[in-house]
């Protein structure tokens, strides 16, 4: 199988299984677990935070993070196609009382500052209170400009509000701008990021932020449920990941660059590529029957207008250079 539907299909490695079996472990919400304690350590070394916590899920540490930041009755400004307003179930709403304040992205996936500030509700008791700007990075594979960045973070602190990233795939936008996580993360207050995409791991992901709030943090995770025990079993797959599998994501770049170029010798028109996401039209009448020929040829891939091709750590030139010919065999047919 080749499986190019999202990097979050990757397996443990053999050396990251061994590294797992390997783990000292506790229990953490003791606060035991030295390979728990470890990972977070590392996380706040590599943002430049005080201090880490680590989830099973991005979604959950999405949900401690806005439920941290916000009270019943405020809201977070958020994308309207941002995972921690669309694709987590309303949980902020749901959980917290927290009203998101869904706003249109711009082309590179930044947020623009002039309606954010239209946005933001005056100090009046018809409103919800104005917290948090919510941002993702990478945004559907885009990689936000550190400027962009820099001006999100002084306008946030000249409107008093707290600014959260959403930073599932950060890694892939720290080697893209061939920088460190430091580098992004001092234009944010808190951050999450996945270690089950790209990086690689089973499970888990990481809320950074200063010290004060990751307290804070640890009693919603407990009380959502995300109090784990021997975690140091799965944190140790996070560490490995750290050490291992961060500067090679530039190789899931290039083969989604690659990849593109291909598809457009095909006559596939590229619809946008950057990262480890390839974007392609597929005309309307080729959908049904793309799907189809693929998944025959044990190729999976979200098939739509505009499908979605993510390439990661399980997936090989040579597997991109067979989906290529099955695509071209797919052309000449139909
Ligand atoms: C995957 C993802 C998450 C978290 O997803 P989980 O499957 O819950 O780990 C959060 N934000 C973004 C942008 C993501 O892509």
């Not at 979604?59 to 995972?83: D, F, K, M, P, W």
């Amino acid at each position: 199988m080749i499986d190019l539907r999202s990097d979050t299909v990757t397996r443990p490695s053999s050396a990251m299984l061994d590294a797992m079996m390997a783990a000292e472990t506790g229990d953490d919400v003791y606060r035991d677990d030295p390979t728990v304690n470890a990972l977070e350590a590392e996380a706040a070394r590599l943002s430049g935070k005080e201090a880490a916590l680590f989830f099973p899920t991005g979604t959950q540490a999405n949900l401690v993070a806005l439920l941290s930041h916000c009270q019943r009755g405020e809201e977070y400004i958020v994308g309207q196609q941002a995972h921690n307003y669309k694709y987590e179930a309303g949980g902020a709403a749901v959980l917290g009382s927290i009203q998101p304040q869904p706003i249109l992205a711009a082309e590179d996936g930044t947020l623009p500052l002039a309606d954010v500030a239209a946005a933001i509700k005056p100090d009046d008791i018809h409103f919800a209170r104005t917290r948090l700007l919510s941002l993702e990075n990478t945004h559907h594979g885009k990689v936000l400009p550190l400027a962009y960045l820099e001006q999100a973070w002084q306008f946030t602190r000249e409107h008093k509000l707290a600014l959260h990233i959403d930073g599932a795939r950060i890694f892939n936008a720290v080697v893209a701008q061939n920088t460190t996580l430091e580098k992004i993360a001092c234009y944010c207050d808190t951050l999450t990021i996945c270690l089950s995409k790209g990086l690689g791991t089973p499970v888990g992901s990481l809320l950074c932020g200063d010290a004060a709030y990751i307290e804070q943090a640890r009693r919603w995770r407990k009380m959502t449920g995300g109090g784990m025990r021997q975690a140091g079993i799965l944190a140790a797959a996070g560490l490995y990941a750290l050490q291992h599998n961060v500067a090679r994501l530039q190789d899931d770049h290039d083969n989604a660059a690659w990849l593109g170029e291909q598809l457009q010798a095909l006559g596939v028109t590229v619809v946008s590529q950057q990262t480890n996401m390839l974007f392609v039209q597929v005309p309307p009448q080729q959908v049904e029957g793309l799907k189809a020929w693929l998944k025959a040829r044990d190729v999976l891939i979200s098939v739509g207008p505009v499908t979605r091709i993510v390439t990661h750590l399980d997936v090989s030139r040579d597997d991109l250079a067979q989906l290529v010919s099955h695509w071209q065999a797919f052309l000449q047919q139909a």
